[in-house]
Structure formats: structure tokens, C-alpha cells
């Protein structure tokens, strides 16, 4: 057998072994769900700020989340205009309809009367756009300023909302003063994980 042959054989595998481990993304594993380090947003990279598990009641486990935002951000710049994306991994089956309604009601919660009203109209095209979900179904949002608010289920885009106040209202739900759960929303804000 030729060494040379050899010695380029081996020194292809070598540099094929080089080139595989510089593309593949870290990953952060919470509760058996794996989220990337880093996430595309366009021309900008985002960069995992947190995850975190959101448990209804003590005993039930709803989904896993993370969220990102560009590297320079802090947690506490989530509401600005910049880039960002929450993803949420199910653990239980939820009906589109449920995210709609439960999604309405702490917006009238949490907002005032005149935002509301001055959202309305946009987040009824949201809630449409909701589909159901199983476990181990993903949906993101990821706020783009050129483009609005993305909704995808498992990387399928299903629609568009422009608007940062939408943004900024709408990932209050999980981030804001007033959020689903102030344990979930300190998590994903300060790069802990459960």
C-alpha cells in the first residue's frame, strides 16, 4: 500500500473532522429539551440569554423555553427594539384556540385600555395564525425591527404581526411586570437555567 495514499487519506479526515466541529452549534439541554447557544435573526446572531421551565400548578410541566437576544443585550433590554426570539418546546397537547384565549385575557390584564385598543386589531390576526400543538412541538416568536413578530410551529412560518409595540406586548406575556410566571420570566431573563 502507498503511504502517501495514506498520509492523504488521513489528512482529509482530519481536516473534514476540522471543518464538522467548527459548524456545529453548542447546545443547552433543560428538562430533555435542547436548545442551540445561538439562533440566526437575520442579518444578527442571537445568542442564548436563558431557558427555563414554565410548571403549571406544582406537579405539571407545560413547556420549556429560552430566550434570545443579540450578544451586547442585557435582560432587562428584552422590550426595546432589537432582535429577538423566544422559543417554547411543549411537554402537553394544547389546542390553538386555548392560546388565543388565554393570551387575550392577560393582555387585557396587563394593558392599558388604550394599548389594548390599539393592538387589538393586530393581535386578532395573531390568534389566528395559532395552530394545536403536541408534545414535543416548538413554537417560536422572534421579532425582527424590519419585519415584526414571526410566528413559526416546528420552523414553519405561519405569519407575520408588524410593530414594535406589538413585540413589546405581546413577549410581556412571558417577560414583563406582570408576566404568566415571574419565576419562568427570571430565568430566561438572567442566564440561569432549572
Partial sequence: MNKGWLKRVWTGV??????????????????????AETVPAGPTQLQLRGTAVLTWGIFFDVYAGALYLPAAAT??????????????EY???????DFAESSDQLLRRNLPPATYQTLRERLQLLYRLFRDVQPGDRYSL?????????????????????????AS??????????????????????????
Avoid: C
Fill in 14 to 35: 482530519l481536516i473534514a473532522a476540522i471543518l464538522l466541529s467548527a459548524n456545529v452549534t453548542q447546545a443547552v439541554q433543560i428538562s430533555g429539551v435542547t436548545f
Fill in 75 to 88: 435582560g432587562a433590554a428584552w422590550h426595546e427594539d432589537l432582535p429577538k426570539r423566544l422559543e417554547l
Fill in 91 to 97: 411537554f402537553r397537547a394544547i389546542r390553538g384556540e
Fill in 142 to 166: 422572534s421579532y425582527h425591527p424590519a419585519t415584526g413578530t414571526e410566528l413559526r410551529l416546528n420552523g414553519a412560518l405561519l405569519g407575520a404581526i408588524p410593530g414594535a409595540d406589538f
Fill in 169 to 194: 406586548a405581546y413577549f410581556g406575556l412571558w417577560l414583563g411586570d406582570k408576566p404568566i410566571s415571574t419565576a419562568f420570566r427570571d430565568r430566561l431573563l438572567s442566564t440561569t437555567t432549572r
